[in-house]
Nanobody, 116 residues
Framework: QVQLVESGGGLVQPGGSLRLSCAASGSRFSIAVMGWYRQAPGKQRELVAT???????NYADSVKGRFTISRDNAKNTVFLQMRSPKPEDTAVYFC??????????WGQGTQVTVSS
């Protein structure tokens, strides 16, 4: 059974930092892309950042220069380093991955609240 387990969410002050982690397990296929989406109350889920197995990254304009996505291929783990978060970054953050067959999987989500 494929699982994505997120950790690291919580309350962070504006201008602080927070690191999210997501560990994938159970897939028989190689992982092509890993990444993060988020969904704020009353809004649609939106892309935050993605990273391929080769290290190519893609970021939403709203987080460029503040968030950094990285990946440990040996451990099937993806990270999201959040620096200088803003209140508008408050959302449930979802980890996701796409395996080599094209199937995607999602984590349960972790709440990130940016507030003083």
């Amino acid at each position: 059974q494929v699982q994505l387990v997120e950790s690291g969410g919580g309350l962070v002050q504006p201008g602080g930092s927070l690191r999210l982690s997501c560990a994938a397990s159970g897939s028989r296929f190689s992982i092509a892309v890993m990444g993060w989406y988020r969904q704020a109350p009353g809004k649609q889920r939106e892309l935050v950042a993605t990273i391929t197995s080769g290290g190519f990254t893609n970021y939403a304009d709203s987080v460029k220069g503040r968030f950094t996505i990285s990946r440990d291929n040996a451990k099937n783990t993806v990270f999201l380093q959040m620096r200088s978060p803003k209140p508008e970054d408050t959302a449930v953050y979802f980890c996701y991955m796409v395996v080599s067959t094209g199937i995607d999987y999602w984590g349960q989500g972790t709440q990130v609240t940016v507030s003083s």
